[in-house]
């Protein structure tokens, strides 16, 4: 695994520092790193697989007025989760903080991501993964982000290293040892991300 100390994170991309309230899935610093990510790179066009109500999309979105399309992926709330610990994080309206944002589109199928194709979605610079956080959606929704992502894009991961959802560290860990370690962890954070030498 690389991984980089949370204050040097910080240091290199900036403190990510945002006005708004804290959403309820992600602390603050894992917020303030994807903004810090945003700052940096502003990225035009970024897709959360898993936005869930739009607490943490609403964040990056409020600090981010660079973004011109944010997609916002999701079940619907009759969707049964792969992991029952997921069964209560299933929105009765996905993206509901963020849906008057005239830069915010939903994607709302019966699987959720499971059910998108990579020309079902734009080229992206930017992709949150939080979504199916068993094994398995962990890793198909990885595959589905590289063949969507551009070239120098990034995508990020939440809930490295949460116990309650080993399947993220466990995938994370299993691409990064088959790889050479490109996805890195930001220690003190849940958040990993890489930045995509290959894309679309
Ligand atoms: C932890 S919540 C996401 C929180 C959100 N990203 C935030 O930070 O505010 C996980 C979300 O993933 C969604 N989900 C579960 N399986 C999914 C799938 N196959 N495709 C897309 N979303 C899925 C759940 O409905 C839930 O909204």
Known sequence: MSNLNKD????????GVFNGEVPFYTTPDDVKA??????TFYPKTVIEIGIQRGGTAKCILDNSPWIEKYIGIDVIPSF????SIQRGE??????????????????????????????????????????DHSKKGVFLDTLLARKVIRKGGIIC????????????????????????????????TMICFQFCREGR
């Open 90 to 131: 299933v929105p009765q309206i996905a993206g509901e903080y963020v849906k008057d944002d005239p830069r915010v589109e939903l994607i709302v199928k019966h699987n959720g991501s499971r059910d998108l194709e990579p020309s079902d979605l734009p080229e992206a610079d930017f992709i949150f993964i939080d979504g």
């Open 80 to 83: 049964t989760t792969t992991l």
């Open 157 to 188: 991961w939440h809930d490295y290293g949460n116990h309650l959802v080993p399947g993220v560290t466990e995938v994370i860990d299993t691409f990064n040892r088959n790889e050479g370690d490109h996805i890195c962890f930001v220690e003190g």
């Open 34 to 39: 994807l903004i810090a990510l945003s700052r």
């Open 8 to 15: 040097t994170f910080f240091k290199i991309f900036g403190s």
